[in-house]
């Protein structure tokens, strides 16, 4: 925990503040929903670049719980932040359906919507995380592959309701949320099982890293 609050006060940059709210996008009539997800992927990515920048990492590995200290640190606060943006975001969406019930250019915020930006966030901090720490300097490549699975998942949200019987997973009616409810328990069990197998390999790797 100590950590953690040391990344939120010292190691986060200044605009993670800003992107933790963009999940209210979701309000704008006609927008791309998927482009809030990326957003919390860039946000992490921004901070390790500041870290970078400022030494933070080695600094962090000087203190009394070391390189252990380091991956906890970095890792806890991505999955932190990303959980506070979605959670966040869900009462826009919320308020949105009582309003407009019909994104014409992609996915609704609905059920699924949060399913799949839950499993593309998994997979992203998994090998984007996972590729940082096997140098403890190296970010560009691995937030490269990272986004480009994430955005392979997001493109297939954005296509299943396109499908043939498959309407009902771009819906916002409440029999077609339920039928929704899969996707979510997907994404979430496998964002949280993402942590601790993303948390390990991390270590397995910057315990190898001469910094």
Avoid: C
């Avoid at 990326?38 to 920048?53: C, E, G, N, S, V």
């Avoid at 606060?77 to 979605?86: A, I, K, R, S």
């Amino acid at each position: 925990m100590p950590f953690l609050i040391k990344e939120y006060a010292l190691a986060a940059h200044p605009t993670t503040w800003f992107f933790i709210l963009l999940g209210a996008l979701v309000l704008v009539p006609t927008y791309p929903y998927s482009m809030i997800f990326f957003f919390a992927m860039l946000a992490p990515t921004l901070d390790l670049f500041y870290a970078k920048q400022t030494q933070d990492i080695l600094y962090t590995a000087l203190l009394p719980e070391g390189k252990s200290g380091v991956v906890w640190g970095k890792i806890l606060y991505t999955f932190t932040f990303q959980t506070g943006m979605l959670l966040l975001t869900i009462p826009w969406a919320f308020l949105r359906t009582l309003y407009i019930q019909n994104n014409p250019i992609a996915l609704n915020a609905n059920v699924t919507y949060f399913g799949f930006g839950l499993l593309a966030l998994a997979l992203f901090n998994y090998i984007f995380l996972t590729g940082f720490f096997k140098t403890g300097t190296k970010i560009g490549w691995p937030y490269f592959w990272g986004t480009l699975v994430a955005l392979l998942v997001l493109g297939a949200m954005e296509t299943l309701p396109h499908l043939p019987g498959f309407a009902w997973v771009n819906s916002v009616q409440t029999q077609d949320l339920w039928r929704q409810l899969p996707f979510l328990l997907v994404g979430i069990v496998v964002f949280v099982t993402s942590f601790f197998g993303t948390r390990h390999r991390s270590q397995q790797r910057f315990d190898h890293v001469d910094l």
